[in-house]
């Protein structure tokens, strides 16, 4: 299958300060990316859509305004947590569609606000 | 989101016993995903169907899109330990975005 990676695997950080996690689609261009939280032992939970060369469609409870997401190219998205605090620690994982009818996932960002 | 209900919630088996779990929806999908979680990992896809009433098969597991386009079930034969994790379903009716299962957490007693 296709391969999405994400850097940083895992982060700490102190509260107050911005975190950029990437999502890279490695073997194929996505024209779409997603990013999830997840927290323990539940499902994914979808943050934001993220389109090539356009905003991002955030759902609903989700602030724009603290999570970045930028989609600058076919095979790079990134999602800055900015001025993190504690409750947003979480797992982040993205995905990308890449024209098949399927979703792969990146290996997952474990973020700890100190 | 919408969120799809999926069964058992968590299962306790022993090595070598059959596993079956389904997934439903109040909304009609054109497609429907499994996925395999570890823990700490990102989830890996495992099986995908197209077509209602399609069967797939991916090793010891098999996987069917429901005739009615409202499920989709995933059995695992002869389970081994490293079967152990979170599955997860998912599905699509239009457009680029799936709904996720809550999951179903397998642990395999040796």
């Known amino acids: 299958g296709a391969v999405v990676s994400q850097h940083p695997s895992r982060v700490i950080c102190k509260s107050g300060t911005s975190v950029k996690i990437e999502c890279r689609s490695l073997d194929f261009q996505a024209t779409t990316m997603f990013w999830y939280r997840q927290f323990p032992k539940k499902s994914l939970m979808l943050m934001a859509t993220s389109n090539e060369g356009s905003k991002a469609t955030y759902e609903q409870g989700v602030e724009k305004d603290k999570f970045l997401i930028n989609h600058a190219s076919l095979t790079l998205s990134t999602l800055t947590v900015t001025s993190a605090h504690p409750e947003d620690s979480s797992f982040y994982i993205c995905?990308?569609?890449?024209?098949?009818?399927?979703?792969?996932f990146g290996p997952g960002t474990r973020l700890l606000v100190l | 989101g919408q969120q799809l209900n999926q069964s058992p919630q968590s299962m306790f088996i022993q090595e070598g016993e059959d596993v079956s779990m389904n997934c439903t929806s109040s909304s009609i999908f054109n497609t429907w995903l499994w996925y395999k979680q570890d823990p700490g990992e990102g989830p890996v896809l495992l099986i995908a169907?197209?077509?209602?009433?399609e069967l797939t098969s991916n090793g010891r597991l098999t996987a069917q899109f429901g005739i009615t386009r409202k499920d989709s079930f995933l059995n695992i034969s002869a389970s081994i330990p490293s079967d152990v994790g979170i599955y997860f379903c998912a599905g699509r009716f239009t457009g680029n975005q799936f709904y996720f299962g809550t999951g179903t957490s397998l642990t395999v007693i040796p």
């Open positions: 169907l197209y077509k209602a009433g």
């Open positions: 995905s990308a569609h890449g024209g098949e009818e399927t979703q792969y």
